[in-house]
Nanobody
């Protein structure tokens, strides 16, 4: 079965950067679409960014211009480069990928301090 493993979260000051990675294992074929959700206490789950198998990207308005999603199809890995981080970006970030089903990563905490 497919397993998604996330890494790269941590604590950073306002204006700093982090790069999240999410690697899929357990399959030979390429994942179709991949992306990132985030969830902060007291807030609705938000779709942060997604990237299709063809490379088409979409971003939430709140991160547009600051975050960049990319992928390595051969490695079944998706990345989220986060620049100019704000306290409002503090959340648990979950990666996901689609094949027959939607597969989820375990989540990684991103904390942006003032």
């Amino acid at each position: 079965q497919v397993q998604l493993v996330e890494s790269g979260g941590g604590l950073v000051q306002t204006g700093g950067s982090l790069r999240l990675s999410c690697a899929a294992s357990g399959i030979i074929v390429s994942i179709n679409d991949m992306g990132w959700y985030r969830q902060a206490p007291g807030k609705e789950r938000e779709l942060v960014a997604s990237i299709t198998s063809g490379g088409r990207t979409n971003y939430a308005d709140s991160v547009k211009g600051r975050f960049t999603i990319s992928r390595d199809k051969a490695k079944n890995t998706v990345y989220l480069q986060m620049n100019s981080l704000k306290p409002e970006d503090t959340a648990v970030y979950y990666c996901w990928g689609t094949l027959q089903y939607i597969y989820w990563g375990q989540g990684t905490q991103v904390t942006v301090s003032s």
